[in-house]
């Protein structure tokens, strides 16, 4: 992303931001960030779909309004130094408030308490809050690392000219769609040069 904005590449930067949304988004959903993800046995293997899918399509207008009410009273989050070291902090402290403000146990707890077809209701009741809590920590922060890789990126130099039009989705996904274009690995898969990691 710091050598897309350095380049002016307004399109590979959105395109590689939006890759990004999904590693920070999973960081900020407690059961997606622990062994946990899908109970502690075959039998409860349900909650995570109860609680990432059922539920929150369930109350999607109770969650954005919850997701206000968490914003009013947030402190300030700071920008992202432009740097992948910093970046990979922000995303592990993220992981690390999100298991403290909500427990993956509490969420399988739940989904176990609650068999039939209240299960939804009473996972929102108890979970609700503290969920939108978590996705307003993780937007807030994938915010910050956005802007510091913008602001690493054109240090010193002017912003280039905004385009007249939306991008359209052929454009990212034609970028995306390339298997170059900034392919996922396995952590055990890459290692570092020159202060930037490369799949071996």
Known sequence: MVDFAAAGDLVSFVCAAGLMAHYVGDACQPLHVSELHHGH???????????ETSMLNQFTDELL???????SGWPSVPVVDGTGQAAAAAVVELM???VKRLP???VVDTYNDNPGRGRGQAMWDKLGDDTAACIFDGSITLARIWQGAWRKGRAGKANPKLPTQPCPQTALKALYMKATFLPSAKLQDLREKNGRLIIQ
């Open 104 to 106: 993956p146990a509490k």
């Open 41 to 51: 046995s075959k039998a409860e293997a349900g909650v995570h779909s109860a609680y």
């Open 65 to 71: 309004a919850a997701i206000g009410s968490a914003k």
């Open 96 to 98: 690390r408030r999100t």
